[in-house]
């Protein structure tokens, strides 16, 4: 049973939620729905009933039946006569008690899952960043925000997503896009930025760029290969940010550890992805 935490700034709270089932092999085939439909059966005598009871077809409900049953070794639902759809069902032994196995672990299971849920209440913030981190992409940089502005174009649309106090991003992404992902004002959202897509920049120069996004910050890690140098540049607002630069321009730019730089790149290099 899902228990809901309760967060503080309003946003729409995270859920923890499980479920337990048992396994053969590879294969799971005790689920809380066959459990559920072993238990019906067992209450209402008949399959037709039993499907009807929990929302399944009667052929599922075999089907169901019939996976339990091989994969058990052993009858877990005996059909009586009387008709294809008209006959009755009765529970074995063996699944009377795989039920009755089935019911303590669950009871268990669900005080298990109200102690998490308790403890998640108190931390509403990092449950949410548990399952930012449980996030896997190929964007080596991943930031978390809340959406603070929607420009709506023809094709396009062009996102503010509010980082911190001191920092925001914009992201131009399809109008399609903003529709599929739910995207308003106020929602929470994660921004997904290739590292060869940031450009380094040193303060104080005249070239004017087209990037949208041109944010300060300092060089706080170098980490130099045989072809490219991968640097992280922490912008205002805490956040990290990894680009990518040839050897060679790290080279001539002079950067070292503590220099104040730009993470620039286009509005179009930045992704977004909705949890909910």
């Not at 092999?25 to 009807?52: C, F, N, P």
């Not at 929602?187 to 930025?193: G, P």
């Not at 910050?217 to 956040?239: D, F, K, M, P, Y």
Request: proline share 3%; with cysteine; charged share 20%.
């Amino acid at each position: 049973m899902p228990k809901k935490s309760v967060h503080a700034s309003g946003r729409p709270p995270l859920e923890l939620s499980g479920s337990i089932w048992f396994r053969s092999g590879d294969q799971d085939w005790g689920s809380q729905k066959r459990m559920a439909l072993l238990e019906a059966i067992d209450q209402e005598g008949s399959i037709t009933a039993a499907a009807k009871k929990i929302g399944l077809s009667y052929k599922g409900a075999w089907d169901a039946v019939d996976t339990m049953n091989n994969l058990a070794g052993e009858p877990l639902v005996l059909r009586n006569t009387g008709g294809q759809r008209g006959g009755g069902a009765t529970l074995t032994p063996r699944a009377k008690a795989l039920l009755t196995t089935f019911r303590i672990l669950n009871a268990e299971h669900e005080r298990f899952m109200a102690r998490l849920a308790s403890a998640s209440r108190q931390s509403p913030d990092n449950l949410e960043l548990i399952q930012h981190m449980m996030i896997q992409t190929s964007a080596r940089n991943k930031l978390a925000g809340t959406i603070q502005h929607i420009k709506t174009g023809a094709v396009n649309d062009e996102i503010t997503l509010k980082l911190s106090d001191d920092t925001a991003i914009v992201a131009s992404i399809s109008s399609e896009s903003t529709v599929d992902l739910g995207l308003c004002v106020g929602k929470r959202a994660l921004a997904f930025i290739k590292a060869s897509s940031v450009i380094v920049g040193l303060p104080g120069g005249d070239t004017r760029l087209s990037a949208r996004n041109q944010l300060p910050g300092r060089l706080v890690r170098i980490v130099e290969g045989a072809v490219n140098t991968e640097v992280s540049i922490e912008l205002q607002g805490g956040q990290i940010l990894a680009a990518m630069l040839s050897c060679d321009s790290a080279i001539s730019m002079q950067l070292r550890e503590g220099l104040p730089v730009y993470a620039i790149f286009k509005a179009s290099s930045v992704m977004l992805g909705v949890l909910d």
